[in-house]
């Protein structure tokens, strides 16, 4: 897949309904074909400007454009964000996927919060402790498996490899779950795409290592 300027809104990796009945078809369609893909056309509206960041990455424009000075650095940051971050958070669901993680993405758990129970118990309190508008993030870093929160669309990419994330914004769930977060958390664990965290985790532990 192309990852530099012009993105574009690829479609889903599924249908806008495949994850019903946790996810609606409305929110999901809204969110992709509306939310994200504003992120794009600002985006793509602003490097119009700039070909010296027309060939970089989503990756690579957050990591060089995050603490630069001017406004539209910092907006290229923050839609490089929001288009990094929806994208994970897509790519991170999936239909019929397997309930639980396995092999060293499951010990890497176990060794961290004690079980995968206790894991969701954690993963669930810090999502339900961003306020307004953010994420929760698993992510891999030099100290292990750690849980983290962002406001808007900040990242933490570049500082860590992140595994798993969970769009708390309210568009994320408000046609379906209205304001009860727990309950729009509690449905996001049926769909969490485990397999893609593996290969997630297995690539993270790699890079990590050979810093
Ligand atoms: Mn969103």
């Not at 400007?49 to 910092?74: A, S």
């Not at 046609?175 to 977060?181: A, G, I, S, W």
């Not at 769909?191 to 050979?210: C, F, P, T």
Request: one cysteine or more; charged letters at 20%; proline letters at 4%.
């Amino acid at each position: 897949m192309k990852n530099h300027y012009p993105f574009e809104n690829t479609p889903l990796p599924y249908a806008y309904d495949a994850l019903e009945p946790y996810m609606d078809e409305k929110t999901m369609q809204l969110h992709h074909d509306r939310h994200l893909k504003t992120y794009i056309d600002n985006l793509n509206s602003i490097l119009k400007k700039y070909p010296q960041f027309q060939t970089l990455t989503l990756e690579q424009l957050i990591c060089t454009t995050w603490q630069m000075p001017g406004k539209d650095c910092v907006a290229i940051a923050r839609n490089a964000g929001g288009v990094y971050s929806h994208r994970f958070f897509f790519n991170g669901m999936c239909q019929d996927g397997k309930k639980a993680p396995s092999g060293a993405l499951a010990a890497a758990i176990d060794r961290r919060f004690g079980s995968l129970n206790a894991f969701r118990e954690k993963f669930t309190e810090t999502a339900l402790s961003v306020f307004g508008s953010g994420y929760a993030w698993l992510v891999n870093g030099e100290q292990g498996l750690c849980l983290v929160t962002t406001a808007n669309q900040e990242t933490r990419v570049g500082i860590v490899k992140p595994l798993l994330n969970l769009d708390m914004w309210e568009h994320a769930y408000y046609l379906k779950h209205y304001n009860k977060r727990a309950d729009y958390i509690n449905d996001w664990w049926n769909v969490v795409n485990w397999e893609l965290a593996e290969q997630k985790y297995g690539y993270s532990s790699v890079s990590l290592r050979s810093k």
